[in-house]
């Protein structure tokens, strides 16, 4: 095994717990577990976290949807489609129970056919564009089209509403409050075409742990006889956002913990002397003689490249100690210095990430996020 994702069942369901508790009580948490659960294993953590009491869970696509539902003992949970539907998926929708978000009048005409044809209802969640520009009907005509086709469905009803904030984790944005502005236009328009709602969402992680929208999403589904839902994915994983330059400023990422654990084994050791080159275009000179370890892992695998020394100066942890990656992360191999420590022989575990060197710092070397981080490993699995 070239590498392995060794996954805490324990802390992921504390996490899940967390989001419940700084959510709020009465406020349904919306498990989000697409891309695979963030690179951590839908079909791994979606019994987990229905395990630890959530009753919806959060996917990309039909696809997804239908391998997450077959690997859930329970059916009654529910899955939300976030990431939007072609029109030939409405009969796997329908067939796989899944709940699809919509947002124009030919979703629902499709949705209509699909169920119709099977003989059963189907509720799906109405989205929102405020300001994201990525999927949802603008409030106003765009929006009216599409209430006009709910209202006109015999076999599709609207459950929920909900827009996407995209600063949610910059405290006091203006655009935030810019979009509660157009969702609450967009909740009055559905409410004066009939529309009936049981869940209204637009909080992800960061909107929950920075907090300033939570009280006003309670109110307002309070007002309108409906629930408050939020979809955290990141967090239940153990990640936060930054929030005014502080990972931990928020109110939920001081009680959550990182859930995975990527490793891999040393497979050689070689002494070298000073002068030696290493890696690709020979951009590490060794100038005293060193010892260096052997890792079966590389970009092929999510190892960024951009961990490679003189440009990130990335590490992986070994015996609970640094060890420096050496010259440049190839394809499938990476070699790292473990000169200053004792007792390092072949066969031993390698931490790529996990305790000791985390998703940030990998997005640290890489200039990007510590989602992509973790949404980019290619390894197997193992439940703890």
């Not at 575990?349 to 200039?367: I, K, M, N, P, Y």
């Amino acid at each position: 095994m070239k590498s392995w994702i060794e996954i805490s069942s324990a802390r992921l369901a504390e996490n899940f717990r967390a989001v419940q508790a700084v959510a709020g009580h009465g406020v349904e948490a919306l498990a989000v577990i697409k891309a695979n659960a963030y690179g951590h294993g839908a079909t791994i953590c979606a019994p987990v976290l229905v395990e630890a009491g959530a009753q919806w869970l959060g996917v990309s696509d039909v696809a997804e949807g239908a391998v997450v539902r077959a690997a859930l003992p329970h059916s009654g949970i529910r899955v939300l489609v976030m990431c939007g539907m072609e029109l030939a998926d409405a009969p796997a929708l329908v067939a796989h129970g899944l709940t699809p978000v919509v947002w124009t009048p030919e979703h629902v005409a499709v949705l209509e056919r699909a169920a119709r044809s099977a003989g059963h209802r189907i509720q799906v969640h109405l989205e929102v564009d405020t300001g994201m520009g990525r999927q949802g009907a603008a409030p106003g005509e765009d929006l009216a089209r599409t209430l006009e086709a709910l209202a006109g469905s015999r076999w599709v009803s609207c459950e929920g509403i909900m827009t996407h904030l995209c600063c949610s984790e910059s405290a006091g944005a203006e655009i935030t409050e810019e979009q509660r502005e157009r969702f609450a236009l967009a909740l009055d328009q559905a409410l004066a075409a009939g529309v009936r709602l049981e869940f209204v969402h637009l909080a992800n992680t960061s909107a929950v742990d920075e907090g300033s929208t939570m009280a006003w999403i309670r109110d307002t589904a309070k007002s309108l006889g409906a629930r408050a839902m939020v979809r955290t994915g990141f967090a239940i994983y153990g990640h936060c956002l930054e929030i005014e330059g502080n990972i931990h400023a928020g109110a939920l990422a001081p009680k959550v913990s990182p859930v995975l654990c990527w490793k891999t084994r040393i497979i050689g050791l070689r002494d070298v002397a000073a002068g030696v080159t290493v890696g690709y275009g020979a951009t590490f000179v060794a100038v005293q003689p060193m010892r260096l370890a052997l890792l079966p892992v590389g970009y092929a695998d999510g190892y960024r490249r951009a961990a490679s020394s003189g440009v990130g100066d990335g590490w992986v942890m070994i015996a609970g100690q640094r060890a420096p990656v050496v010259g440049r992360v190839s394809m499938n191999l990476t070699v790292v210095d473990v000169s200053g420590l004792a007792d390092i022989q072949e066969g031993m575990e390698a931490v790529l990430l996990g305790e000791g060197v985390t998703a940030e710092d990998q997005a640290r070397w890489s200039g990007t996020i510590a989602y992509d981080i973790l949404c980019g490993i290619r390894a197997n699995f193992e439940l703890r």
